[in-house]
């Protein structure tokens, strides 16, 4: 189970199995949340949780962390995944997909241009270079996101090891 975890760092998912019962486990949850209410903050109920790092100050990137709750072959299946607001990554995947495919028209301008001979669209190749430094720019803001999250999300983990890591040792 251990090993689960520490994937995190490669991939913001995890999966684990427990016998309790989805009440037992949202019980357990709400207790732990409660002991730590310093610390972590968000909503839970016997089929979602969704779990935020108290900080003084409330950022843009302010990560959280996902649990769906879930029954499966007589076992109860945690399931978490780390990661920015859904507004955070839906912004940033909407970025992706428009610089995409502009680069991609751009480079289809220049290629159609070059192979009929002519200087319709002397302007694509330097805009598809334009974009690619926009997808670039994307990719930093989003590394420079992940870092100034880092303590939050190391602490989210710590709080993923501890709530449900604690509740396979009491069974």
């Excluded at 995890?14 to 310093?38: C, I, P, R, V």
């Excluded at 995944?81 to 955070?88: A, D, L, R």
């Excluded at 991609?104 to 200087?119: A, D, G, H, P």
Aim: glycine share 2%; hydrophobic share 40%.
């Amino acid at each position: 189970m251990n090993e689960t975890l520490n994937s995190i760092r490669n991939r913001p998912r995890f999966k684990l199995y427990t016998d309790l019962s989805l009440e037992e486990y949202e019980a357990n949850l709400k207790k732990y949340l409660n002991e730590h209410q310093d610390q972590f903050y968000g909503n839970i109920n016997k089929e979602v949780a969704t779990i935020f790092v108290r900080k003084e100050e409330d950022n843009y990137w302010k990560p959280n962390l996902a649990l769906r709750i879930e029954k499966e072959d007589e076992k109860t299946v945690i399931r978490g995944i780390f990661g920015p607001s859904t507004s955070v990554w839906t912004f940033f995947m909407f970025l992706y997909f428009l610089f995409t495919v502009s680069w991609m028209t751009f480079v289809t301008l220049y290629y159609v241009e070059k192979q009929i001979n002519t200087s319709n669209y002397p302007w694509a190749l330097p805009c598809s270079f334009a974009v690619l430094g926009l997808i670039a720019l994307t990719y930093l803001a989003a590394r420079l996101g992940q870092i100034k999250a880092k303590e939050e999300m190391q602490e989210l983990r710590k709080f993923a090891e501890e709530s449900t890591l604690h509740v396979e040792k009491e069974d």
